[in-house]
């Protein structure tokens, strides 16, 4: 008997301590018939926790009864009052202690009477799980400066729940504050909020991290030089120095806002030129050099004021280009013909040559129009034909250059063709190469087309003198009675009186006839002339007397029978 209250009270004592110490009778009446038990019941349940089993019987009887713990692995949780054992017992006690597990669990209580036996199953649920209902963290607002720390404790309600209790923590802001095992580290000026999560619970604290005044101690731009193209943008940066610096407005100009402008940092390329941009913050500054190349404004299309077009003959009709954009550069055009043969152009003038088709084009840059021009041909008479000389007078063997005009120049056919009323006295080539062949007059004709002019050849007649005299012998040497014919040539030949006369210097010598025949008559010397106008010429003529100093006479001398 003291060993079974030692029982009762080590488990009382451990339900105690669990904080559970409920206790519920529940009768079952046992009878013995013969060999056999019966119960009113064939178990008891115990539907709460630290439920007491009471079973009453119908007879005293002898008996004993004895529990078995189910679950053999902690303290007894069924026992049996200790007077139960008592034989004759109306009733039996059973104390059924909380179940603190989350198991649930089975006993048997063994009732004896002599050999008979009967076994009464005492079962037991397993207690309700204990959620958790909150999680409270030790302050719900801190305020930090940077750098510094400190700790949120988070706490689990209740205490003895039984999920798992593990707690998250984790910040909205990690460049603001950040979180280990619930230490708080402050980084950077503004608001975070640090969250702890237990399941699908949470808390959270609202974490100030306060501002700490950094001066300002300089300023930089991420670049010295800029080089932008008119019209293009170019962005600089500034930084304030240190970089945690207190912001300050920072503010921009340029040295030259008709070369660059800024606003903001954003540079925008005016005119070519230099610039320099500064950036100028707590009596700072930082500038950069910026170059704006000029923008070459390409020709992108040329247009004609017609693609087709017509001009006559030696007339023009002027061609507009228009070159887009207006602002190119360079909007210079160059014209150009297909043929020029057909019409030319100058400054969009195109002039028509003869009939046909040419393309004149239009260029500038890369960029060109072009326009068909058809030159039509309108038949041009000849209106006229002028010489250079209307009345000439001419010599014998003259030859002059006679010079045709034919107008109007562009005349269809101004062919001349040339003629003599007299080619006895003039002659005329086929260009107008006028000889004079005979005295007399003349009539040369130019005609083009209808048209014609003259010019009148006049030839005198023109005495022509003798220019000289030449003998055939200027010597000879002769016997009394022999004779010479001297020989006189007059230049020139168409002198007009080539007469010759013919004398002697001593006719007791020698004389001579009027066609020059010498004739020796005795010893001596003559001089014979022979004259023709004003010109002379002369033969010496030596005679000889016959046997004279013993010279050969050479052979005789031959008389003329009238002498």
Request: charged content about 20%; hydrophobic content about 40%.
């Amino acid at each position: 008997m003291k060993g079974i209250h030692s029982i009762c009270l080590t488990a009382a004592l451990a339900l105690v301590a669990a904080g559970c110490q409920t206790k519920q009778e529940i009768s079952a009446d046992v009878s013995f018939t013969g060999d056999s038990v019966k119960l009113s019941s064939s178990g008891i349940s115990a539907p709460a926790e630290g439920t007491e089993v009471t079973v009453s019987f119908t007879s005293a009887i002898s008996w004993t009864a004895t529990a078995e713990d189910a679950s053999k692995a902690h303290a007894p949780w069924v026992v049996i009052n200790p007077a139960a054992g008592k034989a004759g017992a109306q009733t039996v006690t059973v104390y059924i202690y909380e179940n603190s597990g989350l198991t649930p669990r089975e006993a048997v209580i063994t009732v004896a009477s002599g050999e008979v036996t009967k076994t009464i199953k005492v079962t037991q649920a397993a207690r309700e799980s204990i959620a958790i209902s909150e999680i409270v963290l030790s302050a719900d607002s801190i305020e930090l400066n940077p750098g510094e720390e400190a700790e949120l404790i988070a706490t689990v309600i209740p205490s003895n729940a039984d999920e798992d209790a593990s707690i998250t923590w984790s910040t909205s802001d990690e460049e603001i504050a950040t979180v280990e095992n619930g230490i708080v580290t402050a980084i950077a000026e503004g608001t975070a909020t640090i969250t702890a999560t237990v399941g699908e619970l949470s808390a959270s604290c609202e974490v100030t991290v306060l501002h700490l005044e950094v001066p300002v101690e300089g300023i930089e731009l991420d670049n010295e030089t800029l080089t932008l193209t008119e019209g293009d943008t170019g962005t600089l940066t500034a930084t304030l120095l240190p970089e945690n610096a207190d912001p300050v407005d920072i503010t921009w100009t340029s040295s030259d806002e008709a070369i660059a402008t800024v606003a903001d940092g954003v540079v925008t390329a005016v005119y070519e030129g230099t610039a320099t941009i500064t950036a100028s913050a707590a009596g700072f500054e930082a500038s950069c050099e910026v170059t704006v190349l000029h923008r070459v404004i390409e020709v992108e299309t040329v247009t004609l004021d017609r693609t087709e077009a017509s001009v006559n003959e030696a007339e023009t009709i002027t061609l507009t280009a228009t070159v887009l954009p207006d602002n190119a550069d360079d909007k210079t055009v160059t014209w150009t013909t297909s043929d020029e043969t057909v019409a030319t152009v100058e400054d969009g003038v195109v002039t028509g040559v003869k009939a046909g088709t040419a393309v004149i084009t239009a260029t500038s840059g890369s960029a060109s129009a072009s326009c068909t021009v058809t030159v039509v041909h309108i038949p041009v008479p000849v209106e006229s034909v002028t010489l250079n000389e209307n009345a000439l007078t001419l010599v014998l063997n003259q030859e002059v250059q006679l010079i045709a005009t034919v107008n109007p120049e562009n005349a269809d056919d101004p062919t001349v063709t040339w003629s003599s009323s007299n080619p006895e006295v003039a002659t005329v080539s086929e260009s107008g190469l006028v000889k004079v062949v005979g005295e007399g007059e003349a009539v040369i004709t130019a005609t083009a087309g209808e048209q014609s002019a003259t010019c009148s050849i006049s030839v005198p007649h023109v005495d022509v003198l003798v220019e000289s005299v030449t003998l055939d012998k200027t010597s000879a040497t002769l016997l009394p009675n022999e004779t010479l014919q001297l020989t006189a040539t007059v230049n020139p030949d168409n002198a007009d009186d080539k007469t010759v006369t013919w004398s002697t210097s001593d006719p007791a010598v020698a004389t001579v006839s009027e066609t020059g025949l010498v004739k020796a008559l005795k010893a001596g010397k003559v001089t014979v002339t022979a004259t023709a106008g004003s010109k002379t010429a002369t033969c010496e003529i030596t005679v000889k007397a016959n046997g004279a100093g013993g010279e050969d006479l050479g052979d005789p001398i031959e008389v003329d029978p009238w002498q």
